[in-house]
C-alpha cells in the first residue's frame, strides 16, 4: 500500500559529529545520580562486612535506632519479618540475599542498612550497629576454592539462566564447554604441541560516577532512580522481590564499564525505603565500589597443536574466572565468553572448559569486554612463541589461520563480514610495523613490536529478556521522539539513534528528540552492555520507523484527501508525489500533521534476534552471536632495562564496525578503550593480604592510567555495511580494550625476548623476567 | 564558622561547620551540581575549581582555607549565551564522553593557559595529567586543549 516507505537516504550517517549532549556535558549542566533529590528523602549508610568469611552470631542495632535522626536499621530480622519481600535477589544467578541473613561471603557484603534523616547521621548510626561474627575460614582465590575439602562459599546453587551448571558439592557455580572436531585426533596430527598458562589479577572499573540509587515506594508503586546500566530486568526484579509494579529512572551515567551491569544496590534500598516510609537515597563512596563488583582474577591453561607451516590443528583450553562471593553477574558473563575463547582463527579440532568459581571476593562484573580481554591476550602471547619458535613471521602466521567470509566458527556460526585479514593489516600499517625500532644509544631502553587480533560476541539472545523494542513517536511541533532503553553512559548512544532515525525518516537532526532509559515511557530493552545497543536498538528504532511511515501516510491522505500512494515523505512531512505543490494544499508539515490529527502518532519496532541463520550454501546455522566485531591491535612499547618500566608508546587498532554511523565517534571509543586497558595491562590490581583484606580499595593506593600514560594512537576501522545491520552497522564500543594487552605483551615479549604470562607488567616482575632470561 | 568568598563573581558570607569542605559547601549549600565528586581524598580531579585562579581539588579543600577566595566554578565559566571557547574546544574535538570528570578537565585547562598560553603538547601532559579521565584515553582531551590554545588569541 505504501508507494513511499521514505526516503531512507544517509545523510547522517556516517557524519562524524558530536554527541547531542555534549555543550551541556562541557557546561556542566548534565545530571547525574549524586545531583538528584527527591522531596522527603532520607540517607542510607550501609553496615559491611569488615570479614571475608563469617557466620553472624548477632546483630545489635538497638544503640543505631536510639540515635535522634535515625529512621530505622534494616536487618536480616525486618527481612524475615516482612511476608512481602522475598529474601534473595539475582536476575541471572539468584543468590545474593537483600542482606546477609546466616553469613557474610566477601568483605563489604552488606550487613545491614542504616537510614537517617541526613548522611552524617547514617554514618554515626552505622558505627553503632554491633554484630557478632563467627570467622569461618576463607577461599581468597580459585586454587584454594578448588581444593580438596574448601569451604563451600554457597551450600546451594540457584541458576536463573538456563545456561549455567553448577557443579554440586563444590565451588564451582558454574562448568560448560564449547567445542568442535576431534581434539584428539588434532593433537595426534600436530607436528608441535605448546603449553601455557596465563593470569590477571582483578581490577576495578572506577567509572567516576559513584552507584547510586534514590527508592521511593508510593501509592503500592516502587520508583527507583539509578545509574544501573539493565533498567528493565532490574525492574522485573523488584517487581517479584516486592510484589508491586516498579519503575526505573536512568538519567546520564558517567560511565560504568560493566561495574554497574547489574543490580547490587537497589533492591536493598528499596528494602530500606519500604521499612522506612519515605523515600531512601544511597550513593557508594569510592572504596564502596571496590568492593561491590570488580573484574574478575583469570587465569587460562591453553594447549595448541599446530603443523610446521604455523597452521593450527588442535587446541584444549581451559578456563577459571573468580565470581567472588555472588555469581549475580560474573558466572554468565565467563560463559558469554566460551564463544570467542578459541580467538578469531581457523581451528579445525577445539575443546575450552569455562569454569565460574565461588570465592570470598567481591562479587565480579563484566568489564568492557572481559574476560574476552584475558582470552586474547592468553592465545595471543602464545601464538607469538609458537612464531618465535618456528621462525615464522608474526604476521604470517597469523595470516595463515585468521577466518574468512564463510568459515564456520566453534559455535557452528557462519562467519560473514569478518574482515579479521584487513584489521590485521590495518593495524600494523598504522604504527610502521616495518619501520625501523629507535635504538637507544645507552643500550638501558629497548623497544619492540606486538600484534593481537580479536573477536568479540555481543549478547545474543539476550536470554532473560528478549525483547528490545523502541517507540517513535511524531508529536508536538513536528518532533519525532524516539524511546529507547538504551542507558547513555557516555557511549554516544544518543546520538547514533538520532542520526539512524533521522535517516530513516528523512528529516535532520533538530526534528529528533531522545527519551531514554525510563521503563515507564520506553519500551522494553534488555541491557546497555556487550556492545550491542548500536545494532539492536538501531535496528528497533529503523523498525518503529517503518512502522511508523504508513500511519503518517493514512493520516495524510486523510487530511489531504489524496490517496496514500500517490503521497511522498519529504524533510518537513508528506506531500503528493506527482510534483503537485502546496499551492493546491497538498502537502503537509509533520507539525500539521499532528496537530490536525490532534493526537501523536506512535508505533514501536522490534529487533529480534537468535534463531538460526540462512546460509548462502543452503544450510542452516545457529547464531550464537547476532554479529562478531573482528579487530586487531598493533603496539609499540618501551621498555627500560634498569627500571622494569614499560611504555605503550603507539598503539594502533583497527575494527570491523559495518557502516560507521559517527566515525570520530568510532575512533574515540577505539582511544578511551585502549587508553582504559593500559592500566590493567600495566599496573593496575588489587591487593589482598594473608588475611583476606583488600589493601589498595583506595585511589591513593591505586593508580590509573593517566595523560602521561597515554600512547600515540592510531584509531582504525574497516566499515564494509554488514547485512542485517541498522544501514549496516554493528556494535563496537568494547573492543579498544579487548585488543589491547596482547600487543602489548608481544611488544615486551619482542623488545626482551621474554614473554611473560601475566599482567600487570609491573617493574619488578619486568626486572625479574629480564633477569631470570640473563640467566 | 563564618566563611567570606567570592563564587561565580558573587560575594557570599556564610556560616558553616568547620568540617565543610569547599567541594560541600559548592555542590550541597549552593547546589553548584556542576562540581564532580569521586575519590573524595584529591586524586581524581573531578571537583577541581578555581580558586584565585588556581586549580583545586575543592575535596581536600576545607571551607575555611578559602575564606576570602575568589572561587571560579563550571558554572560560572559558563557564558549566559552559548560555551566558553575551551568548553567549545572539548565539543568540538570529542574531548568528553560520559561528561563527569569534564567541568574538572575545563577548568584545569583553563588554569593551565592562564598561566602559559602558549604551552607545548609536553607542557599540557604534565599538567593535565593530573586529572582523571575513564573513558576517553584522555586524547580527545589533548586535542581539545592544543584546539583551545589556538584560539587562545580570540579571547582572553
Redesign the interface.
Known amino acids: 500500500m505504501c508507494a513511499a516507505t521514505g526516503p531512507n537516504v544517509t545523510r547522517l550517517v556516517g557524519q562524524s559529529m558530536?554527541?547531542l549532549?555534549?555543550?551541556?556535558?562541557?557546561?556542566?549542566?548534565?545530571?547525574?545520580m549524586?545531583?538528584l533529590t527527591v522531596p522527603g528523602m532520607a540517607h542510607a549508610k550501609v553496615v559491611r562486612s569488615p570479614l571475608p568469611h563469617a557466620r553472624i552470631v548477632s546483630i545489635d542495632a538497638s544503640e543505631a535506632r536510639a540515635m535522634p535522626g535515625v529512621v530505622c536499621v534494616l536487618t536480616r530480622d525486618e527481612v524475615h519479618a516482612d511476608p512481602d519481600m522475598e529474601e534473595v535477589y539475582g536476575f541471572v544467578y539468584r543468590d545474593a540475599p537483600l542482606v546477609a541473613m546466616d553469613k557474610v561471603r566477601h568483605q563489604g557484603d552488606i550487613v545491614a542498612v542504616v537510614v537517617a534523616d541526613d548522611v552524617d547521621t547514617a554514618e554515626a548510626a552505622a558505627e553503632l550497629v554491633d554484630v557478632e561474627y563467627e570467622e569461618l575460614p576463607a577461599v581468597m582465590n580459585v586454587p584454594q576454592a578448588l581444593a580438596e575439602g574448601a569451604v563451600q562459599v554457597h551450600e546451594e546453587f540457584f541458576p536463573i539462566a538456563p545456561e549455567l551448571r553448577p557443579i554440586e558439592g563444590t565451588n564451582v557455580c558454574h562448568h560448560a564447554t564449547i567445542g568442535c572436531g576431534d581434539v584428539d585426533q588434532g593433537f595426534a596430527e600436530a607436528d608441535f604441541v605448546y603449553e601455557d598458562e596465563f593470569t590477571a589479577p582483578p581490577v576495578q572499573?572506577?567509572?567516576?560516577?559513584?552507584h547510586a540509587v534514590i527508592s521511593q515506594i508510593e501509592d503500592g508503586k516502587i520508583t527507583v532512580w539509578t545509574n544501573c546500566q539493565s533498567p528493565f530486568p532490574l525492574g522485573r526484579e523488584l517487581e517479584r522481590i516486592f510484589k508491586m509494579p516498579a519503575r526505573v529512572i536512568i538519567p546520564?551515567?558517567?560511565?560504568g564499564?560493566g561495574s554497574k551491569s547489574r543490580d547490587r544496590i537497589e533492591c536493598v534500598i528499596t528494602a530500606a525505603a519500604k521499612l522506612a516510609g519515605r523515600p531512601v537515597r544511597y550513593v557508594l563512596?569510592?572504596e564502596e565500589t571496590f568492593m561491590t563488583f570488580i573484574r574478575p582474577a583469570y587465569r587460562n591453561r591453553m594447549r595448541t597443536g599446530v603443523k610446521k607451516d604455523g597452521t593450527i590443528v588442535a587446541r584444549h583450553n581451559e578456563f577459571w574466572v573468580d565470581v567472588g562471593g555472588y555469581a549475580i553477574s560474573g558466572a554468565r558473563s565467563a560463559n558469554n565468553t566460551l564463544k570467542v575463547a578459541t580467538g578469531p582463527y581457523r581451528i579445525p579440532n577445539a575443546r575450552v572448559d569455562c569454569y565460574a568459581v565461588y570465592t570470598n571476593k567481591p562479587p565480579s562484573s563484566p568489564y568492557r569486554g572481559l574476560p574476552t580481554t584475558q582470552h586474547t591476550m592468553s592465545y595471543e602471547a602464545q601464538f607469538d612463541r609458537i612464531a618465535r619458535d618456528l621462525g615464522i613471521d608474526r604476521l604470517e602466521i597469523r595470516r595463515r589461520n585468521l577466518v574468512r567470509d564463510g568459515d564456520i566458527h566453534v559455535t557452528g556460526d557462519y562467519l560473514r563480514s569478518a574482515h579479521s585479514h584487513e584489521c590485521l593489516e590495518q593495524a600494523a600499517e598504522a604504527i610502521g610495523w616495518d619501520e625501523p625500532l629507535p635504538v637507544d644509544p645507552e643500550g638501558k631502553k629497548l623497544r619492540g613490536r606486538g600484534v593481537s587480533c580479536t573477536i568479540k560476541y555481543t549478547l545474543t539472545p539476550a536470554r532473560e529478556m528478549s525483547e528490545n523494542s523502541a517507540e517513535v513517536a511524531l508529536v508536538e511541533e513536528g518532533v519525532f521522539e524516539v524511546r529507547i532503553g538504551t542507558v547513555n553512559?557516555?557511549?554516544?548512544s544518543d546520538t547514533v539513534m538520532a542520526q539512524i532515525a533521522g535517516d530513516a525518516l528523512g528529516v535532520g537532526l533538530d526534528a529528533i528528540r531522545i527519551v531514554h532509559s525510563d521503563t515507564y515511557r520506553v519500551p522494553v530493552d534488555s541491557s546497555t552492555t556487550a556492545s550491542r545497543s548500536t545494532y539492536h536498538m538501531g535496528r528497533a528504532v529503523v523498525e518503529a520507523t517503518d512502522n511508523l511511515k504508513p500511519q503518517m501516510l493514512e493520516a495524510a491522505s486523510q487530511l489531504l484527501e489524496r490517496e496514500a500512494a500517490s503521497l511522498v515523505f519529504t524533510p518537513d512531512g508528506i506531500a503528493q508525489a506527482d510534483g503537485a505543490s502546496e499551492d493546491d494544499g497538498a502537502a503537509v508539515t509533520y507539525g500539521e500533521l499532528v496537530e490536525r490529527v490532534g493526537a501523536p502518532l506512535a508505533a514501536t519496532g522490534d529487533c529480534v534476534v537468535g534463531g538460526m541463520y540462512a546460509g548462502p550454501d543452503g544450510r542452516s546455522y545457529p547464531i550464537a552471536s547476532t554479529f562478531w566485531t573482528f579487530a586487531s591491535c598493533a603496539a609499540e612499547v618501551e621498555v627500560d632495562t634498569e627500571t622494569g618500566t614499560v611504555r605503550v608508546v603507539k598503539a594502533a587498532a583497527s575494527a570491523t564496525t559495518g557502516t560507521a554511523v559517527n566515525p570520530?565517534?568510532i575512533e574515540?571509543q577505539l582511544?578511551?578503550?585502549?587508553?582504559?586497558e593500559?592500566g590493567p595491562t600495566l599496573f593496575e590490581q588489587l591487593v589482598w593480604d594473608d588475611g583476606g583484606q583488600l589493601i589498595n580499595a583506595?585511589?591513593?593506593d591505586y593508580p590509573?592510567?593517566?595523560?602521561?600514560t597515554?600512547p600515540d594512537?592510531a584509531p582504525r576501522y574497516v566499515d564494509h555495511p554488514f547485512e542485517g545491520g541498522p544501514f549496516g552497522a554493528k556494535g563496537m564500543g568494547e573492543i579498544?580494550s579487548v585488543v589491547l594487552p596482547g600487543a602489548v605483551v608481544n611488544a615486551v615479549y619482542d623488545a626482551t625476548g621474554v614473554l611473560f604470562h601475566e599482567v600487570p607488567l609491573l617493574p619488578h616482575k619486568v626486572i625479574e623476567g629480564l633477569e631470570a632470561r640473563a640467566e | 564558622m563564618n566563611v567570606t568568598l567570592t563564587v561565580n563573581g558573587e560575594t557570599l558570607s556564610l556560616d558553616v561547620p568547620p568540617s565543610t569542605t569547599l567541594l560541600d559547601l559548592l555542590r550541597d549549600r549552593l547546589g553548584l551540581?556542576?562540581?564532580?565528586?569521586?575519590?573524595?581524598?584529591g586524586?581524581?580531579g573531578?571537583c577541581t575549581v578555581l580558586a584565585n585562579g588556581r586549580a583545586v581539588s575543592s575535596c581536600s579543600m576545607l571551607a575555611g582555607q578559602v575564606d576570602g577566595a575568589d572561587v571560579l566554578?563550571?558554572?560560572g565559566l559558563?557564558p549566559d549565551e552559548g560555551?566558553h571557547p575551551i568548553?567549545?574546544a572539548?565539543?568540538?574535538n570529542?574531548g568528553?564522553?560520559?561528561?563527569?570528570?569534564?567541568?574538572g578537565m575545563?577548568l584545569l585547562a583553563k588554569a593551565l593557559l592562564d598561566e602559559n598560553p602558549s604551552p607545548t603538547r609536553e607542557e599540557?601532559?604534565?599538567y593535565?595529567?593530573?586529572?582523571?579521565c575513564?573513558?576517553?584515553?584522555?586524547?580527545?582531551?589533548?586535542r581539545s586543549v592544543e584546539a583551545a590554545v589556538k584560539e587562545r588569541r580570540s579571547w582572553s
Request: glycine share 14%.
Open positions: 558530536p554527541s549532549e555534549a555543550p551541556d556535558k562541557a557546561a556542566g549542566r548534565i545530571e547525574y549524586a545531583d572499573h572506577c567509572a567516576l560516577d559513584l546520564y551515567v558517567g560511565g564499564f563512596t569510592q553512559i557516555g557511549q554516544g570520530h565517534s574515540t582511544e578511551g578503550g585502549i587508553g582504559q593500559i583506595a585511589l591513593l590509573l592510567p593517566t595523560m602521561e597515554m594512537y579498544g | 551540581h556542576g562540581t564532580k565528586e569521586y575519590c573524595h581524598s586524586v581524581c573531578a566554578t563550571i558554572e559558563t560555551l568548553q567549545q572539548f565539543v568540538d570529542f568528553l564522553q560520559c561528561g563527569y570528570c569534564t567541568p575545563i599540557i601532559i604534565r593535565m595529567g593530573g586529572n582523571i575513564r573513558c576517553t584515553g584522555y586524547a580527545g582531551i589533548l
